[in-house]
């Protein structure tokens, strides 16, 4: 599996497109829309993964949804006020498709078969995606750090548990955040003080 990270505009958010056998899953489409569609060529889009709510993680979803029709949406309905169109959240931004309410567990994308670990802190519906070697933790866990709980539906002692939750995992995972750079979940519980 090749994993495309994409890190533009002004909240450095990384998107990651994940391709194989020409099949394409789009996570956390916070890069504009032309930048994303731009690796997709060639490509069936079989999903889209929002590991959370915020608006700088889905900026392209509508745009992509549109592009690419049936393509379906997933995210944890913990966070639908964030994306709802009667609502105006801060730190939300209104999503005018419907999404697929995702759980804990396994997932069938395509023929991508992942694992939805529930990891709330961050928002009321963060949740890590879990596929093959590699932990897409959105804006759970980051290198060196971890993220905030202060917005809407944050919560700190959640978050610590969910932290909690990732010490369990293979240390052997690459892990992609939903900012900054790829690491490794070794390197972390070595050096994240939050994961000691």
């Known amino acids: 599996m090749k994993v495309i990270c994409l890190n533009q505009g002004k909240f450095q958010e990384n998107t990651y497109i994940c391709l194989e056998e020409k099949e394409a899953l789009i996570i956390d489409p916070g890069n504009s829309f032309s930048a994303i569609q731009s690796y997709l060529l060639g490509f069936q889009v079989v999903g889209i993964y929002l590991t959370h709510g915020h608006s700088d993680h889905t900026v392209a979803v509508d745009d992509l949804m ?77 290198r060196g750090t971890i993220g905030r709980s202060d917005l809407y539906g944050g919560n700190e002692r959640d978050l610590m548990q969910s932290l909690q939750k990732l010490k369990n995992l293979n240390p052997g995972l690459k892990v992609y955040p939903g900012h900054d750079q790829v690491t490794s979940l070794a390197y972390e519980l070595q050096t994240n003080i939050f994961l000691r």
């Open 66 to 142: 549109d592009a690419y029709p049936n393509t379906p949406l997933y995210m944890h309905e913990g966070d639908r006020d964030l994306v709802d169109p009667n609502l105006l959240i801060p730190s939300g931004a209104p999503i005018y498709h419907p999404f697929l309410a995702v759980e804990e567990g396994m997932i069938q994308i395509g023929h991508f078969q992942a694992e939805v670990l529930y990891t709330p802190g961050h928002s009321m519906g963060s949740t890590c995606l879990l596929l093959k070697d590699c932990l897409f933790s959105g804006d759970t866990l980051f």
